[in-house]
Structures are given as structure tokens and as C-alpha cells.
């Protein structure tokens, strides 16, 4: 894909853990304007510290920090009080209107006991604001078994048109939960390989749909991407659900 030839460093060396089908999907056009923001933000490090400072008011009572200091990774595997801080950070960050940080590797990790230090690279994103909170309805949908929330939620992301057949929003919905697991009723494994098998499956289904997707869900995949990959690393069973609940509660009451 030629355009692909064109992406910042950061962005064509995250892509490649990215199953390749989705970029079929992706509105091109919008992700080209998106290259010099990238590029500024990556290198000249634009609106760096303002979004970790932002970032760092949002995670407060959280043990989590922000640093624009380099830290030294600690150890990951059999880490599960670390792997629930980077389950944490996400769900958080999703909460966020100021913006997101997207590289979520375990190099990126510090255990600091009473806190989880995290050095982001200037890779960062706003989501436009509709998708943002699609996407949160998504998973408020999931969690709290409300199909409505869940399927409108879809939609709003740019999933799945208004106007498709019941059976056809139902397979989308059904692929998209894919990548839950058994979260709803038990502490979930993250498996990457499995993800992507549940990416690709969802990528063909829109494709086939005709379906382009946002600049915006490409990000999304890329954050996810490097979430399973770290999250995995760990070994560990985490309570997905309790986790997303406990940060929703936070955001709920303000």
C-alpha cells in the first residue's frame, strides 16, 4: 500500500503489529491530513507536557503518573498489579477529552511502588468527540449487558449504517465482542493473536459491508494492539470488568 510508505516512523512501526486488513478499511483521505499533526507531535514533541499534565489530574488517586522523564521498564510477567494500572491508564485515558497517549508497551512501564510510572512517546490522539463517546457507550453497553447502549454505540463509532438488516448488525455486534472474551464473567487472559484473528474477521465483514472507517478507529486499533501486548506479557488473569467499572464510577461522579 503506498501511502503506507508515507506514515512517521512511530506510526509504520506500530501499524506492523496491526493486522493489515483493517487499513483496507480505513477513510485514507482523513488519515493523510492527520500525517503532519503526527509528525509534529512525534518529533517536535507539540502539546506534550500540556496532556501529560492534563492526563495526570484525570488519574489522580489512581497511583498511575505521567513523567516526561525516561524510566527503566520493570519487569512485566507475573506482574499483575502492573498489568491492572495498565488496564486502568486505558480505560481512563478513553474518559479523557484532552487526548490519549496510544503506545501502551511494556517498555513504557515502570513499577515504582505505591506508582506505576509511565514515560509516553509523543505519539498521542483526540478522537473526535462523537466517536469518543460512541466508543464509551460501546463498552458501557458491554459491561452492563445493555444491547441498546452496546448496538448504538456501534453505530456512532461508524461500525454499522442505521439502515442494515437486524441480522447484519447482529453479526457486527458479535464480532466486535469477540475481542471481550469471557470478560463479562470472569477474569480475562489477553491473548494478541486472538485479537488479531477477531480484527481480521470484523475487517473482512466491512469490507464486504463497504464500510470506510475513521482515522479515528485506526487509532483505536492501535491502541488496543499495544494494550494486548503488554497486557499479555503479564501471564495474568485480570478483572476486566471490575477494573472498567471502578474508572467509570470515578468519571460518574464528577
Request: aromatic fraction near 12%; glycine fraction near 4%.
Amino acid at each position: 500500500m503506498i501511502l503506507m510508505r508515507i506514515l512517521p516512523g512511530v506510526l509504520k512501526e506500530l501499524s506492523k503489529h496491526v493486522p493489515s486488513v483493517l487499513f483496507q478499511t480505513v477513510e485514507w483521505n482523513d488519515l493523510v491530513h492527520e500525517l503532519p499533526k503526527i509528525s509534529r507531535r512525534v518529533i517536535k514533541k507539540e502539546d506534550y507536557n500540556t496532556l501529560i499534565t492534563l492526563q495526570n489530574d484525570l488519574l489522580s488517586g489512581s497511583d498511575i503518573m505521567l513523567t516526561e522523564e525516561a524510566v527503566a521498564p520493570s519487569a512485566i510477567e507475573s506482574n499483575k498489579w502492573l498489568g491492572e494500572k495498565i488496564l486502568t491508564l486505558y480505560f481512563t485515558q478513553l474518559f479523557s477529552t484532552h487526548g490519549i497517549f496510544l503506545d501502551l508497551r511494556a517498555n513504557h512501564f515502570s513499577d515504582e511502588k505505591p506508582l506505576m510510572k509511565f514515560h509516553p512517546s509523543g505519539f498521542w490522539t483526540k478522537f473526535d468527540e462523537n466517536f469518543r463517546q460512541g466508543l464509551l457507550k460501546v463498552y458501557e453497553g458491554f459491561y452492563l449487558e445493555n444491547e441498546e447502549t452496546y448496538f448504538q454505540g456501534l453505530e456512532e463509532i461508524g461500525l454499522l449504517k442505521h439502515e442494515w438488516p437486524h441480522s447484519d448488525k447482529e453479526e457486527l455486534g458479535n464480532l466486535f465482542r469477540a475481542q471481550f472474551g469471557n470478560a463479562l464473567s470472569e477474569e480475562m487472559s489477553f491473548d494478541l493473536e486472538h485479537f488479531k484473528e477477531a480484527i481480521i474477521k470484523m475487517s473482512n465483514f466491512m469490507l464486504n459491508k463497504k464500510v470506510k472507517i475513521s482515522k479515528d478507529f485506526l487509532y483505536l486499533g492501535i491502541y488496543l494492539v499495544t494494550l494486548y501486548a503488554s497486557l499479555e506479557e503479564t501471564k495474568e488473569k485480570l478483572s476486566v470488568k471490575d477494573i472498567y467499572l471502578k474508572v467509570r464510577e470515578k468519571f460518574n461522579k464528577v
